[in-house]
């Protein structure tokens, strides 16, 4: 069983999969979208959107990395798809999942949902054009605004001869207001043979457990619930393997946090370093008072030297061994 790191945009870049991945627990990743319209983008903008192409499309961890393409022209997707795997991508995602409305307008994510021979097109015509020993997977949510289209969207994939199919259990218009309804996978399974991964709603081992149970899947992809608890996924494999489940504490996650800072000031400056780490404590908050309590007294700083100070004397400055 894999587990899989979801493709959030403007959650996952390089810092956050590179501080996860150490963690532990992730047997693969997925970049955030990289957007394609009519063109070839250059070799630079895959290497900004997945700097582990420089490393084996690998994090330093080792953990696997597949380039997300998103898009509504299949020519131009095939063309971007065949320089990613030139530069060493192992493998090709193609969203048809993102529900941003920007997106959907621009002929792009779920907006994709609504037309099967689009799906299949795309799909099709970039799996023809990569190596055949390059994996190109799909992800869905259950339609734009009708779950029934995911038993007929997932055939087209199938059809297409995509590897695997990650599946979002909500429509476009149910956004991420939960429930997710892991209840149309096994329908699904009644209709194709390709590999599904369930994805949706996925907080905690226990809600693992009963996504397991309802799906039967082979693997699972987490998005949110690594967010608020960063070794969530360290937790399901101790719990698969029957071990002591780790308490998900905030004297371990604290230390994360300038770590996180420093990391994400490097690779881009301090200031996007400030919009990402307040993001994250945000989303650490919603299941830990501890981290509220700290996202409360500085989500009102903007300067990134003061925030820099108050985060540190706040979550420590013990940064994770290098080992």
Not at 161 to 181: F, I, S
Request: net charge positive; aromatic share 8%.
């Amino acid at each position: 069983m894999k587990l899989f790191l979801a493709p959030m945009e403007g959650v996952v870049d390089w810092v956050m999969r590179d501080t996860l991945t150490r963690l532990g627990g992730i047997d693969q990743c997925v970049t955030e979208f990289l957007r394609v319209t009519d063109r070839l983008h250059p070799e630079s903008v895959f290497y900004k959107n997945c700097p582990e192409l420089k490393t084996g499309s690998r994090t330093r961890w080792g953990t696997p990395v597949f380039v997300q393409l998103l898009g509504g022209q299949a020519e131009p997707l095939a063309l971007n798809a065949q320089r990613a795997v030139k530069l060493g991508a192992l493998g090709v995602d193609l969203n048809f999942g993102c529900p941003a409305k920007t997106v959907n307008r621009h002929d792009g994510g779920a907006s994709l949902l609504k037309s099967c021979d689009r799906v299949f097109n795309i799909v099709d015509t970039v799996r023809k054009a990569v190596p055949a020993d390059v994996p190109v997977t799909a992800k869905i949510r259950l339609g734009f605004d009708d779950p029934t289209k995911c038993l007929e969207i997932a055939q087209a994939v199938e059809e297409a001869n995509a590897t695997w199919l990650t599946v979002h259990c909500r429509t476009k218009t149910d956004g991420y207001k939960p429930p997710a309804y892991w209840d149309w996978i096994p329908k699904i399974k009644e209709k194709t043979k390709i590999k599904l991964i369930a994805n949706g709603e996925i907080w905690n081992v226990a809600d693992f457990n009963r996504c397991v149970e309802v799906t039967q899947c082979e693997d699972y992809m987490i998005g949110r619930g690594v967010m608020s608890n960063p070794f969530i996924f360290s937790q399901i494999k101790q719990s698969l393997n029957q071990q002591p489940v780790e308490d998900m504490s905030w004297e371990r996650a604290r230390p994360l946090l300038p770590q996180f800072f420093e990391s994400s000031t490097l690779y881009i400056n301090d200031y996007f370093a400030v919009s990402r780490s307040k993001q994250w404590l945000k989303a650490l908050s919603l299941k830990n008072q501890e981290a509220k309590a700290i996202f409360d007294e500085i989500k009102v700083l903007k300067k990134p030297t003061e925030f820099k100070a108050k985060l540190h004397a706040l979550c420590g400055v013990d940064h994770l061994s290098e080992g």
